[in-house]
């Protein structure tokens, strides 16, 4: 058993109390940022003063030659280490010999961990953050090509009033920007180093702490030892986040769902993201998209699991904290597959407008705009309001829509009304007549289009 201590022990640790401490299963995710960490460290402890330049180089080549061998399947971390920790150490010794023994000088894991995880994190938000974009660039591709295609918008899950494709895809492309902009956020506000903080209260090396921080890529070193080693903020600030990408991946994966069933007809989802059934050879079914409505939960799992082990820790360090990785490494890659997964769905996805559009007919979705009519011709709206709702009541009699009432039943309820409230009532009109900026008419969902096109160009 590979152990960083020991030397106050008299016996060895129960073999089921070392497995149950080690980490070495899941934190050794961390090879490449404990190895840089280290890397970073060496660099500073011999500009310091602390170690020879003779020391630096053994020290760096030998993490060199460790990550290389990792990285081809030379070198296997296993079970006999403690932590990622140990192995990168007791390895780097037996390679190097006693410079190796100098790795640890002016560290302690508290503030090594620390800082692995701030690492891990900062890169995997970039990954998230590409993987958004890429999202962001397919939505912005079915709003190009969909500015007149007519459907309708629900509220209640009742059809209100008509839009366009473009414009209800429009609403999910401001909530993965939104996404974008909050691991943005993460990512700022969480780059400080916190290496050299030592177990909670620093050393009395005189490590640069700025010229580390400068090396990894940090703004500045942490402000106070102790806040350092104990703060996990930035990893439920990120498993918040991308509970809100799952939330908003949730959301559009039952739009589809209901889209993609019998009686929504909306959209055809390709071969390659359905399955079928077994026994029901009719069946096409959505299986991608209701995988990555239930991963959800998974995910606000995660969330829950670190703000509830948090919630209870004392100043500084605690063992309890080691179960900030397993539950966030597991969000992190299920994130990303859902992201990834979800753009190639929407990206092959068919879309049905003739559908769409009769859809919209359908629903009395113009009902608004025939009360505006009435409005424009003199009416209070009160009462258009209510003129309307007969006319309503009467296509659903007949069941035909307000576009197939004859004109003679539309002067039965109200004179007001001329041969021009076709065209007052056509999709046409009714979205193109919606102007005011943020609304689903033409000229607007133009602007917005080259808007996000700038915004994708530059960010």
Known sequence: MAQLWGGRFTKETDKLVYNFNASISFDQKFYKQDIRGSKAHVRMLAKQGILTEEERDQILEG??????????????????????????????????GDPGKKLHTGRSRNDQVALDMKLYVRDEIEEIDAELKKLLEALQTIMENNLHTYMPGFTHLQKAQPVTLAHHVGAYF?????????????????????????????????LDRFYTAELLGFDEPTRNSMDSVSDRDYVIELLSAMSTVMMHLSRFCEEIILWNSNEYRFVEIDDAYSTGSSI?????????????????????????????????IPLAYNKDMQEDKELTFD?????????????????????????????????????????????????????????????????????????????????????????????????????????????????????????????????
């Open 331 to 459: 969000a992190i890659d299920t994130v990303k597959g859902c992201i990834a997964l979800f753009t190639g769905m929407v990206s092959t996805m068919e879309f049905r407008k003739d559908v769409m559009e009769a859809s919209a007919k359908n629903g009395f979705t113009n009902a608004t705009d025939a009360a505006d009519y009435l409005v424009n011709h003199g009416v209070p709206f009160r009462d258009a309001h209510g003129i309307v709702g007969r006319l309503v009541l009467t296509c659903i009699d007949k069941g035909i829509s307000l576009d197939e009432l004859p004109l003679e039943e539309y002067k039965e309820i109200s004179p007001v009304f001329e041969q021009d409230i076709y065209e007052a009532i056509s999709m046409k009109t009714c979205v193109e007549k919606r102007e005011t900026y943020g609304a689903p008419g033409p000229k607007v969902m133009e602007q917005i289009i080259a808007a996000n096109k700038e915004y994708l160009k530059n960010n």
């Open 174 to 206: 401001e909530m993965f920007r939104r996404d974008r902009s909050r691991m943005a956020d993460i990512r700022k506000r969480m780059n400080t180093c916190p290496l050299g903080a030592g177990a909670l209260a620093g050393t009395t090396y005189p």
């Open 280 to 312: 029901m050879p009719q069946k096409k079914n959505p299986d991608i998209a209701e995988l990555v409505r239930g991963k959800t939960g998974r995910v606000y799992g995660a969330l829950t699991s670190i703000l509830t082990t948090m919630k209870g």
């Open 63 to 96: 993490l060199d030659g460790i990550l290389a061998d990792v990285e081809s399947g030379k070198l296997e971390i296993t079970a006999e280490y403690e932590d990622i920790h140990s192995f990168v150490e007791a390895n780097l010794i037996d390679r190097i």
